[in-house]
């Protein structure tokens, strides 16, 4: 039976958790994401969950044991953030390539020097290239929801990779929202029992990240890359019968709003997705004709996804909230990948940098500067909002 | 859409009541978002947290500039922190004060709502714990949420958490404070506290925002700046020294966990009291009973 509930990101992820019937979840606390796991023992203490908890001594070692407990051919969760991640960066390479499923929340954090505990996306888009695909989330539903596709996605037989689910920190991790949260039966349904593919058996003994020599490693990357190749379809399927099972879509690799009639548009990411349609409505009101593209997965990158959505557009923005110390952020770096060729005016917009809030002056300051040079005026590459200090 | 902003002290548990406002709220089948103001909480410290309540779909994701409603959990803080700034004209304040509104000042005339919540609170759950006596106020000042779904919400949470007594008894703490609830018109004659924040620009900023000792900016930097943070405000209590019973043994000095003993030249000691926080260890530690303990605000 569904239900609604006020709660925190990090609870709505550790209901996804349980809903799921994760199998082993190792872990190692770290502000902001400590929630998870504390909520996650609450549901094993109180029976509602049977799953094996298993505290580590770092996330390095928490990692490891995921891939252990998935190699087995049992559903694995871990959940980190910021420095956690980074500890864990070695132990990220093995999952893609071993082909186990595991899915990690990494609730974003920026990290040091200035160990601030607030949100910036330099944790997770430090490891773009690990194989891991990566999906970022506007709100606490999308957090449950996204959860359950997580699973259904990782474990697809045509990709089998693992997912990190990004969410920001302290903006949805300690924030309540009203979250529905689905009935056990129709997650049932919707997410079957884990029949791993590649895995561990006494009966049929095998090694596992065995060290692959110049012969073979090519191969074997070359694997990884069709197998991210294959994600996207499985990501827009899985969305679809997400739908129908639940009656909410989040659109897969990217989704939009207000994009039909637009002649500027901006890519977002997390919730600045959110605050962003308040500055659109507000914009849209005075009679400008903008919209936003909401950026969910940064792997599989929405190449073909971009070039559609961002047809016949007279300018174009893009949202980091991490920069790569090289003038643009990553965000901005790929969608022009992406579009090269087309001709496009293309704007970075840096902000929110360390949690700082993003407001919707912010926001609106970015569509200005697109409006200028969409009408012909000379404009920067690439612009600093809230920043004290000339750029 | 109605936005809510809280100001009270770290225990005080204004996060837990800006929760419970938003879960009544989702259980009357609204949208509702409710979150702290995002960093370190400590005991006896200024803290904030936020609300939203709409019956449409809350997107806006930053805090809360201009408030509908303000929500005061201690009295004290008036005087050290800008709480009534970018509160709307035509909204509302909710104090937790013995004062009649007309009788408070909070620098901004607007409909005021006073209760005696810490009476309320010590009353039923003999700890000064405000919110959700400050809850029951709330309902009284505006009828957005009614006051049965705020105790429902008070039990959910509160009960969850401590047992279902206590989600009763806390969610009786709301129904007193509503009965208690004055109604009116505060005055607006106090200034607004002007914070002096450090914000230089990129080009001012010393690499790793790194400051020597020597450089009095450095006080000024960043959440525990001194200059700002003067934590004896956080303490309900300071120490008496009676310099004529002194030893001059230096185990206060040497026990201070806040480094607010000075030790002077001649081995007496100063207290500076700007940061003390009245723990009480130098009374503990005193072989003489040189030092002695007294609640602040009671005449001895």
Redesign the interface.
């Known amino acids: 039976m569904r239900s609604i509930k006020a709660l925190t990101g990090n609870q709505a992820v550790a209901y996804g958790v349980k809903l799921c019937r994760v199998e082993v979840i190792p872990n190692y606390p770290i502000t902001p994401q400590t929630i998870i796991i504390e909520q996650l023992a609450d549901f094993i203490n109180d029976g509602d969950l049977d799953a094996d908890f298993i505290p580590a001594d770092s996330e390095h070692s928490a990692m490891s044991i995921a891939i252990g407990a998935s190699a087995t051919g049992v559903r694995t969760f871990t959940a980190t953030a910021s420095h956690g991640l980074a500890l864990m960066h070695e132990m990220l390479y093995v999952p893609p390539q071993v082909r186990l499923p595991i899915v990690l929340a990494n609730v974003n954090r920026s990290l040091g020097a200035g160990s601030g505990i607030w949100v910036e996306y330099n944790d997770s888009m430090a490891e773009r290239d690990s194989g891991w695909m990566q999906v970022y989330v506007e709100d606490n539903q999308e957090v449950l929801d996204m959860l359950l596709q997580c699973y259904r996605i990782a474990e697809d037989p045509r990709a089998v990779l693992p997912i990190m689910i990004c969410l920001d920190g302290f903006i949805l991790s300690h924030t309540v929202e009203r979250v529905e949260i689905p009935g056990q039966e129709e997650v049932d349904n919707f997410l079957p029992k884990f029949k791993p593919l590649n895995f561990l058996d006494p009966k049929n003994p095998k090694s596992m990240n065995i060290a692959v020599s110049p012969a073979h490693s090519m191969e074997m990357r070359y694997q990884l890359d069709r197998l991210m190749e294959n994600s996207r379809q499985v990501i827009k399927d899985v969305d679809k019968e997400f739908a129908k099972a639940f009656g909410r879509s989040y659109g897969g690799l990217i989704d939009t709003y207000r994009m039909k009639d637009a002649e500027i548009g901006l890519i977002t990411i997390g919730t600045a997705t959110s605050t962003g349609r308040v500055a659109v409505d507000e914009l849209r009101a005075e009679g400008k004709k903008v919209g936003l593209i909401k950026l969910r997965f940064m792997r599989p990158f929405p190449h073909d996804e971009l070039r559609e959505a961002t047809k016949g557009l007279k300018a174009l923005g893009v949202f980091d909230r991490s920069i790569s110390a090289n003038r643009y952020g990553p965000v901005f770096t790929e969608v022009r990948n992406s579009l090269y060729g087309g001709g496009m005016p293309i704007i970075d917009h840096i902000a929110g940098i360390g949690g700082r809030d993003l407001t919707v002056a912010a926001l609106r300051e970015m569509f200005a500067v697109l409006e200028k040079r969409a009408s012909g005026h000379k404009t920067k590459d690439c612009y600093w909002h809230g920043l004290r200090g000339q750029m | 859409m109605y936005e809510i902003r809280f100001h009270g002290r770290g225990g005080q548990g204004a996060v837990m009541a800006?929760?419970t406002i938003?879960?009544a709220a989702?259980l009357e089948g609204?949208?509702?978002?409710?979150?702290?103001y995002?960093?370190?909480e400590r005991r006896g410290a200024p803290v904030m947290a936020f609300a939203r309540i709409d019956d449409e779909r809350?997107?806006?994701?930053?805090?809360v500039y201009e408030p509908d409603m303000l929500v005061i959990m201690d009295e004290s803080l008036l005087d050290i922190e800008p709480v009534a700034a970018g509160l709307k004209k035509e909204g509302c304040a909710v104090i937790n004060s013995r004062s009649a509104p007309g009788d408070l000042d909070l620098g901004l005339e607007v409909r005021c709502i006073s209760v005696d919540a810490t009476s309320v609170a010590i009353e039923m759950l003999k700890a000064p714990i405000v919110n959700t006596a400050i809850l029951g106020a709330m309902v009284k000042a505006n009828d957005f949420v009614r006051l049965e779904s705020v105790q429902q919400?008070i039990i959910n949470r509160f009960g969850e958490k401590l047992g279902e007594k206590a989600g009763r008894i806390n969610a009786e703490a709301a129904k007193i404070a509503f009965d208690r609830s004055q109604e009116g018109v505060c005055r607006g004659k106090r200034p607004l506290i002007k914070k002096r924040l450090w914000?230089?620009?990129?080009?001012?900023t010393p690499p790793?925002?790194a400051l020597g000792k020597e450089e009095r900016v450095g006080m000024k930097v960043g959440p525990g700046s001194m200059s700002q943070n003067l934590t004896g405000t956080w303490g309900t209590s300071n120490p008496l020294y009676d310099q004529d019973k002194c030893i001059r043994c230096q185990r206060c000095w040497f026990i201070c966990p806040e480094g607010c003993i000075i030790r002077k030249e001649d081995d007496l000691m100063e207290f500076d009291l700007r940061y003390c926080k009245g723990c009480g260890m130098c009374v503990k530690v005193c072989p003489k009973g040189a030092i002695t303990i007294l609640k602040k605000g009671v005449k001895q």
């Open positions: 800006a929760q938003a879960e989702i609204k949208q509702a978002q409710a979150f702290p995002f960093g370190a809350i997107c806006i994701k930053t805090q919400a914000l230089p620009t990129w080009q001012e790793g925002v």
